[in-house]
C-alpha cells in the first residue's frame, strides 16, 4: 500500500523559504504510473493546488504561485520536495503532498492517495 | 482560471436522510473527445486529509460505499449520499482537472441534524 509523509519545519519566519519533503513508502517514485503533487489548505479557507512534479523532473505549477514555488524529485530517497520562497502569514497553512494516477501516459489531475499533511505557520 | 463554487456552504441532514451537495464550474468541464467530466469529489474529516470519493464524476473510487454518488454533465454536479450515517460528518469538496490549473470548490460542512 503505497503512503506519503510530509516532513519539514513547523514554523517559518516571513520573507525565507518554506521547504517540505515527502516520503513514498510501499512503491517507486520512479514508478511510470504516478505523478506527484502538493496541495494547500489554509486555516478556514478551502484547498489549493500548488504544483505537481513527475519522476522526470517534469513540473506544473500554479500561475498565482509559480514565481516563488519550486518542486523537486529526488529518486534515490524515493522523496519529492517543495520550496516555497518570500513567505508571508498568507502561506499558513496545512500542506499536504499527494498523488495523481496516469492514464495511459496522460496525468490525470485528481488525487487518490494523500499524506497526513503537516501544519506550517509563518511568523517571526 | 476555473472557477468552482458548491452550495450549499453547510447542511445538517438527519441519520438515515439524504444529503445533496452541488457544484458549479465557470466553464464546462466535459471534455467532448472522450465525453467524461473531469470532476472529482473529496471527503475531509477532522484532523484527516481529504479522501477520494469519486472521480470522473460519477465513478466511485474502489472502498467507497455505495451511498455515495455522483452526478452532473457540463458545468452542474451533485453528490449524494443515501441513508446518512454518523461517520460522515466531513466537509466535502468538488475539484476539476479539465484544465492544468486544478481548483476546488470552496466545501460544504456537513453535520447531523
Known amino acids: 500500500q503505497l503512503q506519503l509523509q510530509e516532513s519539514g519545519p513547523g514554523l517559518v519566519k516571513p520573507s525565507e523559504t518554506l521547504s517540505l519533503t515527502c516520503t513514498v513508502s510501499?512503491?517507486?517514485?520512479?514508478?511510470?504510473?504516478?505523478?506527484w503533487g502538493w496541495i494547500r489548505r489554509p486555516p478556514g479557507k478551502g484547498l489549493e493546488w500548488i504544483g505537481t512534479?513527475?519522476?522526470?523532473?517534469?513540473?506544473y505549477y500554479n500561475p498565482s504561485l509559480k514565481s516563488r514555488v519550486t518542486i523537486s524529485v529526488d529518486t534515490s530517497k524515493n522523496q519529492f520536495s517543495l520550496k516555497l520562497s518570500s513567505v508571508t502569514a498568507a502561506d499558513t497553512a496545512v500542506y499536504y503532498c499527494?498523488?495523481?494516477?496516469?492514464?495511459?501516459?496522460?496525468?490525470?489531475?485528481?488525487?487518490?492517495?494523500w499524506g497526513q499533511g503537516t501544519l506550517v505557520t509563518v511568523s517571526s | 482560471d476555473i472557477v468552482m463554487t458548491q452550495s450549499p456552504d453547510s447542511l445538517a441532514v438527519s441519520l438515515g436522510g439524504r444529503a445533496t451537495i452541488n457544484c458549479k464550474s465557470s466553464?464546462?468541464?466535459?471534455?467532448?473527445?472522450?465525453?467524461?467530466?473531469?470532476l472529482a469529489w473529496y471527503q475531509q474529516k477532522p484532523g484527516q486529509p481529504p479522501k477520494l470519493l469519486i472521480y470522473?464524476?460519477?465513478t466511485r473510487e474502489s472502498g467507497v460505499p455505495d451511498r455515495f454518488s455522483g452526478s452532473g454533465s457540463g458545468t452542474d454536479f451533485t453528490l449524494t449520499i443515501n441513508s446518512l450515517q454518523a461517520e460522515d460528518v466531513a466537509v466535502y469538496y468538488c475539484?476539476?482537472?479539465?484544465?492544468?490549473?486544478?481548483?476546488f470548490g470552496q466545501g460544504t460542512k456537513l453535520e447531523i441534524k
Open positions: 499527494a498523488k495523481h494516477p496516469i492514464q495511459g501516459t496522460t496525468l490525470i489531475g485528481y488525487f487518490d492517495n
Open positions: 510501499g512503491g517507486s517514485i520512479s514508478s511510470t504510473s504516478y505523478y
Open positions: 512534479i513527475y519522476y522526470t523532473g517534469t513540473t
Open positions: 466553464q464546462s468541464i466535459l471534455y467532448n473527445s472522450n465525453n467524461k467530466n473531469y
Open positions: 470522473w464524476a460519477s
Open positions: 475539484q476539476q482537472y479539465y484544465a492544468n490549473l486544478y481548483t
